[in-house]
């Protein structure tokens, strides 16, 4: 699975979008772009993923760059509730294996 | 969503005894399940995949005799954390994989296990 890079750390106002970027420069063409997010002392929730197309949920947004190189994860209207460790994951669609996760970014939402 | 459950949240125990986590998946069937431990202020750290109906696949390091994990059915997998050691106090997580078309694994709520 490629490896992926995410600042350590970001802050956003409340109300305000967080813009969440996360490099993927090896990726390769049959791999996906899974964001999760950990809310404190919880279990990781699944947030978006996708291959090539933006996608957007009732959570999020995911735009990924034509050359699928990066891709930034957009939570339009952050709240306080939003304050979580986002952590970016490539891996292909049909593996079954585990999910590897890096060191993400911390994001705190401020009020 | 789908719904992945694990039980309990928390638990203490003292040295030497053993501690069951139970982690279920509510609304679908899930053939192979993940546990992972979490260290503070770390990532999560794979420990093993668990398939129903067979053996679990550890990770190096990770004793197989002491971290006993039992996939019985589709919707069940538990960890049995044996001869527990203070060292073995950590944040335990579960997650499943549906079976069918969905790329996406879910995680349970975590155990913190203190071991006293």
């Known amino acids: 699975d490629a490896k992926t890079t995410q600042p350590p750390s970001m802050d956003c106002a409340e109300g305000r979008a967080a813009n969440l970027p996360c490099n993927h420069s090896t990726i390769s063409g049959n791999e996906y772009v899974y964001w999760y997010r950990q809310i404190h002392s919880q279990g990781p929730q699944y947030i978006i993923h996708?291959?090539?197309n933006n996608e957007t949920n009732e959570m999020a947004s995911l735009i990924i760059t034509e050359d699928r190189k990066s891709s930034t994860l957009i939570l339009p209207h952050a709240t306080l509730r939003d304050t979580a460790v986002y952590y970016c994951?490539?891996?292909?669609?049909?593996?079954?294996?585990?999910?590897?996760f890096g060191s993400g970014t911390q994001l705190t939402v401020l009020p | 969503g789908a719904v992945v459950s694990q039980h309990p949240s928390r638990v203490i125990c003292k040295s030497g005894t053993s501690v069951k986590i139970e982690c279920r998946s509510l609304?679908?069937?899930?053939?192979?399940m993940f546990w992972y431990r979490q260290f503070p202020k770390k990532s999560l750290m794979l420990m093993a995949t668990?398939?129903?109906?067979?053996?679990?696949?550890?990770e190096q390091g990770v004793e197989k005799d002491k971290f006993l994990i039992n996939h019985a059915s589709l919707t069940l997998s538990t960890l049995t954390v044996t001869s527990a050691h203070p060292e073995d106090s950590s944040f335990y997580i579960c997650s499943a994989k549906p079976r069918g078309g969905r790329t996406e694994a879910f995680f349970g709520q975590g155990t913190r296990l203190t071991v006293v």
């Open positions: 996708g291959l090539k």
């Open positions: 668990s398939n129903e109906g067979s053996k679990a696949t550890y």
């Open positions: 609304d679908f069937q899930a053939t192979t």
């Open positions: 994951i490539v891996r292909s669609s049909g593996s079954a294996r585990q999910l590897t």
